[in-house]
């Protein structure tokens, strides 16, 4: 296994994240590797967690990376956000990206999940996507 592409993953979905005139048209420049300190925007998107498991063969190492992409916004329902998130995935699903290390096999979208939180009034979806990455960094 190797998790060397990691960083160079998480580069690559940021990069185009950021680079998409449709999602900046919802969010502006509020995408984020990490919330926010202060006062947050009342809409942005914020790169989460991720899981990685080996997937090495006898071509070389390699590791699907299952990471969250969360949307989230402060407005009293769901729209705002949920287009924010439908902008995300249609970013990266099957996108074709280059990472500055190791070789993106698929970027495909596995779940979403919507809820609310009352306690501070906001709205989010988690969006869970996997990644498939080769990498034969010597």
């Excluded at 949920?82 to 779940?111: E, Q």
């Excluded at 501070?120 to 990498?135: G, S």
Aim: glycine fraction near 8%; charged fraction near 25%.
């Amino acid at each position: 296994m190797s998790y060397g592409a990691g960083a160079a993953l998480q580069a690559a979905v940021y990069a185009a994240l950021t680079a998409d005139e449709a999602l900046n048209a919802l969010v502006g420049m509020n995408i984020f590797d990490q919330l926010p300190n202060g006062k947050v925007p009342s809409l942005f998107v914020s790169i989460g967690a991720e899981t990685v498991s080996d997937r090495s063969d006898s071509d070389g190492s390699g590791a699907e990376h299952r990471f969250v992409i969360s949307v989230i916004g402060d407005a009293s329902g769901f729209a705002k956000v949920k287009s924010a998130a439908s902008a995300v995935s249609d970013i990266l699903v099957d996108a074709d990206l280059t990472l500055s290390r190791g070789r993106l096999v698929y970027l495909r979208f596995d779940r979403a999940v919507a809820k609310r939180d009352t306690r501070k009034n906001l709205r989010r979806v988690d969006l869970r996507f996997a990644a498939r990455v080769e990498d034969n960094h010597s």
